[in-house]
T-cell receptor, first 110, second 119 residues
Framework: QSALTQPPSVSGSPGQSVTISCTGT?????????VSWYQQPPGTAPKLMIY???NRPSGVPDRFSGSKSGNTASLTISGLQAEDEADYYC??????????FGGGTKLTVL | QVQLVESGGGVVQPGGSLRLSCATS????????MHWVRQAPGKGLEWLAF????????SYADSVKGRFTISRDDSKNMLYLQMNSLRAEDTAVYYC????????????WGQGTLATVSS
């Protein structure tokens, strides 16, 4: 149950696009299309942004999108806004009713 | 709307025990699987435990297996986490979370309760 690998930090200017990667193994991201992404502003609980690799829950802006290739999943945020500044975590199902999170990525909007 | 309210956190000595509770409302609890997730101070999220909607099976992260027990009381719409043999590295905010049925992820989160293991 090793954590998925995410870059510690990414940054972008308002209006730009940023992509956060999430690398796992053939036992998790590579096998299951059950990758989700969470947004966590400082001092608050996480919020589901993407599930099932590329599905957005109701109310999440379409500026947020997800994808997966092999053992790596990605979250892309287009048209960056100041309110997007937060920590982002990926998560993957790993079989037998177990899950694993990524180490988290701090997004800074310049 | 979905509400998850954790309680039971506090300060406990190494080797001690704590029982966390999560009061739920705004959804049909008996139809929902549930999770516990924690976050150590300044660190990332760590998935801990899962219980099926009917309570028939539970699963755990290796880091807490044999020490923590997840359970539920459907008559009270409550979720619990019994934590035994606590260590300093168990110090964290503990989140109760609702599973996103048939989507294999966490859908909603509580605000968390802080458990501190210290002598």
């Amino acid at each position: 149950q090793s954590a998925l690998t995410q870059p510690p930090s990414v940054s972008g200017s308002p209006g730009q696009s940023v992509t956060i990667s999430c690398t796992g193994t053939s036992s998790d991201v590579g096998t299951y299309n059950h990758v989700s992404w969470y947004q966590q502003p400082p001092g608050t609980a996480p919020k589901l942004m993407i599930y099932g690799v590329n599905n957005r829950p109701s109310g999440v802006p379409d500026r947020f999108s997800g994808s997966k290739s092999g053992n790596t999943a990605s979250l892309t945020i287009s048209g960056l806004q100041a309110e997007d500044e937060a920590d982002y975590y990926c998560n993957s199902y790993t079989g037998s009713d177990t899950w694993v999170f990524g180490g988290g990525t701090k997004l800074t909007v310049l | 709307q979905v509400q998850l309210v954790e309680s039971g956190g506090g300060v406990v000595q190494p080797g001690g025990s704590l029982r966390l509770s999560c009061a739920t409302s705004g959804f049909t609890f008996i139809n929902s699987a549930m999770h516990w997730v924690r976050q150590a101070p300044g660190k990332g999220l760590e998935w801990l435990a899962f219980i099926q909607s009917d309570g028939s099976s539970q699963s755990y992260a290796d880091s807490v297996k044999g020490r923590f027990t997840i359970s539920r009381d459907d008559s009270k719409n409550m979720l619990y986490l019994q934590m035994n043999s606590l260590r300093a590295e168990d110090t964290a905010v503990y989140y109760c979370a609702k599973d996103y049925n048939f989507n294999w992820c966490v859908e909603y989160w509580g605000q968390g309760t802080l458990a501190t293991v210290s002598s």
